[in-house]
């Protein structure tokens, strides 16, 4: 396995990077913000380890323009900050998962194995066409004819799992899973608002598939006029 560390206190990281060698992974050393993120754009990472508070480019910035050049290497988050509003932050960036400082070297193990074990679920053929819209996972683009709107990749994600499993109802547990991964307990308000966003953005464009609560179950993507298939 192959780990980028991104993480500017050298105790800190050459701690870590001693730890994961001794599991036989990889690891490359990055000690501020610009340098790491050109690391993790060559996209040859199995996990990111992405500190917050760097030096030169701070950790959600490195994140925002990882997952805008399109590459989708798991990244688990460490800091300092253990406010709701900075994980929340993370998560929506496309964080796959977080450790709040200080953590057990263990745990930090852990969410590594798990993260590396993820089959890559998102982003592997081109544009998804459902009923009257298109779903582009790569672009972050939704269409409907000639009206688009750009999608957090949160929000991209969710809807490819209500595209997948179309016209069934998804708990939002299946997408907290699907979408969040291994152990993030993120709040089911979360997946809500997620959905709320999805929900306007459908209506901006004038899409009539619709995204239904089903009571007690969760989310059922209801296709509207054309049928679904996976050409455009
Ligand atoms: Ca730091």
């Given amino acids: 396995m192959r780990i980028l560390l991104i993480e500017d206190e050298k105790y800190i990281a050459s701690a870590v990077a001693e730890r994961l060698k001794k599991d036989r992974c990889a690891v490359d050393l990055a000690l501020d913000g610009d340098y790491g993120l050109d690391c993790a754009l060559t996209g040859i990472y199995d996990v990111v380890i992405l500190d917050v508070m760097l030096p030169k480019k701070d950790g959600f910035a490195v994140l925002k323009e990882l997952r805008a050049g399109g590459v989708t290497t798991p990244v688990i988050l460490l800091t300092a900050k253990s406010e709701v509003a ?9 964080a796959d998962d977080y450790l709040v400082k ?12 798990a993260l590396s074990r993820r089959p890559p679920e998102f982003h592997q053929g081109g544009a998804l066409a459902c009923g009257d819209i298109e779903l582009d996972p790569r672009a972050l683009t939704l269409r409907r004819g000639t009206s688009a ?13 209500l595209v997948a499993r179309r016209e069934t109802a998804v708990s939002k547990d299946a997408i907290i899973e ?3 991964g291994y152990d993030v307990d993120a709040e089911d308000n979360n997946v809500e608002k997620h959905v709320s966003s999805l929900r306007k953005k459908l209506a ?3 899409s009539e598939t619709s995204i239904h609560t089903v009571r007690g179950a969760g989310y059922r993507l209801i296709a509207g006029a054309r049928q679904c298939n996976s050409e455009s």
């Fill in 149 to 161: 709107a750009a999608l957090t990749p949160k929000e991209a994600q969710i809807l490819e799992v």
């Fill in 204 to 206: 901006r464009i004038g």
């Fill in 102 to 113: 200080p953590f057990h070297m263990d745990e930090l193990l852990a969410r590594v194995r």
């Fill in 178 to 180: 699907k979408v969040w």
């Fill in 86 to 94: 900075d994980r929340v932050r993370g998560l929506n960036l496309g």
